[in-house]
């Protein structure tokens, strides 16, 4: 008989009030100066703040210069950042985007080669800082997976960084963090994790608990999403895409994708 194995963050926090519990997470793991990683417009929309005010009077670095389908170039200025400013943890705030940075940065940091050496499968050879993940959009899943994205330019493909020492330690997953997400990317994020769900629902690797975890997560999507859309500011449409973003990424992050996903790929 075939095995499966079953692996997401270590911890998972979810509905509104996730998010007040960042301090005590930092403390649980020691950090005392933590690299945020987002984007300008995260900061911009005031969504960054909701996390800045849970950090506990702690001294922290911010680095905002995520963009959307990140380069490969952001992984290194923002390991640059980390090292440089002392830092001892990881919070990612933002989309995948965002947390696929802070996890090519915990993949990196420790690293003594290039980073080019990393990309694959299994190629991180140790566990690097703690690292926690917030996300904003619902979403890509990238909280509780172990891969993390990243576009290169140059080649004009997308690269990926696998390693289960990419598993967050934590996924702090909160419906606030939400709100301010335009309709544009409430839909494009929600399908995707729509399709997350269908497809790992779908996977030749699916397992009765993937399964059941993607049939929840499509349920809620399916009632959930067109709210979200329709009324921006209802936290209890954006509550269960969010819980509906990080099941498909629980389900698609061990049964794994399809075609859909695979057009990414040249
Ligand atoms: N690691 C994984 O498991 C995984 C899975 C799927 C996709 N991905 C990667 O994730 C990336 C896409 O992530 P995404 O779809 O979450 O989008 P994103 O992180 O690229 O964000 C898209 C845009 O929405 C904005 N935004 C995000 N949250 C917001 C909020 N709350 N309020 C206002 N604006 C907000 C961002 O600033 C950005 O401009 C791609 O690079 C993709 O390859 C990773």
Redesign the pocket.
Known sequence: MSISAFKIANKLITGAAAIEQLSAELTRLNVQNPLIVT????VQ?G?VDLALAQLGGRRYGLFDQ?????EIAIVEACTRAYREGGHDGLIGV???????IA?GVAAFAGHEGSLGELFGVDLVKRKGPPLIAI???A????EV?N?????DKQAQI?KGIVSDYLLPDVALVSPL??????RS?TA??GV?ALV?AVEAYLSVNASPITDAIALGAIKLIVKALPKAYANPSSLQAREDMATASLMA?MAF?NAGVGAVHAL?YP
Do not use: N, Q, W, Y
Request: aromatic share 2%; charged share 15%; proline share 9%.
């Open positions: 984007d300008a417009i995260l929309s969504t995520v963009e959307p389908e990140p933002g989309g995948g985007s965002a947390i696929d996890k996300p904003t959009t979403g890509t899943g990238s997976t891969v993390a994205i990243f576009s997308k963090m939400t709100l301010t997400c335009p990317v494009a994020s995707d997350h990424g992050g990414a």
